[in-house]
């Protein structure tokens, strides 16, 4: 199972927006016109959510450089910022994953889609779409 990555869920999102390549992805099931608009619409949902994993590593990684040279006692207002968007950026990340699941439910659902013992639907249509690259 290949591991999703920014730039691969963007690849599927291009490459969905043609009806036959939807059609060509969901060959293995049984109404492929049915399953387009869910299918779209869990690969935009995990493209949002790597989008705002990024975020929260980017605002993490200024976080932490920023204050290993801040001076010692009441922190600046550049450190107060950032910690306000670090939590901005955690909470979107949250909402995303939310999206994530309910859209791969609504898949999973919808198609049929074998979901294992102990495994959510995130990660059974995570799976199949690290396949599909």
């Not at 963007?10 to 869910?38: E, G, K, Y």
């Not at 009441?74 to 939590?87: C, F, G, N, T, Y």
């Amino acid at each position: 199972m290949a591991k999703l990555t920014l730039a691969s869920v963007d690849a599927l999102r291009t490459r969905f927006a043609d009806d036959a390549a939807c059609d060509a992805a969901l060959a293995a099931f049984t109404d492929t016109a049915a399953l387009r608009v869910p299918l779209r619409e869990l690969v935009d949902a995990q493209h949002r959510f790597l989008q705002a994993e990024f975020e929260v590593a980017q605002v993490a990684d200024m976080l932490r450089r920023d204050q290993k040279y801040a001076p010692v006692g009441r922190p600046s207002v550049h450190i107060v910022q950032l910690r306000k968007q670090q939590a901005a950026t955690k909470q979107a990340a949250l909402i995303a994953r939310q999206v994530v699941a309910q859209a791969a439910q609504t898949f999973a659902r919808v198609s049929g889609l074998t979901v294992k013992a102990k495994q959510s639907p995130s990660e059974a249509c995570a799976a199949w779409m690290g396949a599909l690259r």
